[in-house]
């Protein structure tokens, strides 16, 4: 079982992950962010990617959902949070349970 972590998302937002041991991947188009996520999902366990990255490789990220590993999580980018990540735990728990309890709405 693998235990290797990585980013995906623009360089300013991922840089800081290399100083705590995570692999980096900057990318500046979606094409080579899905194609990466293909890559890495072989041998990584966690793949955090920017939220920005996230939604235009939603389709990409749609194969591992339902799939142990690897565990893809979207992350905001330095710019901050575009909701990407929240609209994702939202569905999410309204599958699960039948209601969101995240913000109450049905």
Do not use: H, Q
């Not at 366990?45 to 920005?52: F, R, V």
């Not at 990255?53 to 749609?62: L, P």
Request: proline share 3%; glycine share 10%.
């Amino acid at each position: 079982m693998s235990k290797k972590i990585g980013v995906i998302g623009d360089g300013d937002s991922i840089r800081g992950f290399s100083a705590i041991g995570m692999d980096i991947f900057p990318v500046t188009d979606a094409g080579s962010a899905a194609k990466k996520l293909r890559e890495w999902a072989e041998d990584y366990a966690i793949i955090y990617i920017t939220e920005n990255i996230c939604a235009e490789i939603s389709k990409e990220i749609e194969r591992y959902k339902n799939k142990a590993l690897p565990a893809v999580i979207a992350i905001p980018n330095a710019s901050g949070s575009i909701g990407y990540g929240m609209d994702n735990i939202r569905r999410i728990t309204l599958k699960a349970v039948g209601t969101d309890l995240v913000f109450n709405e049905k």
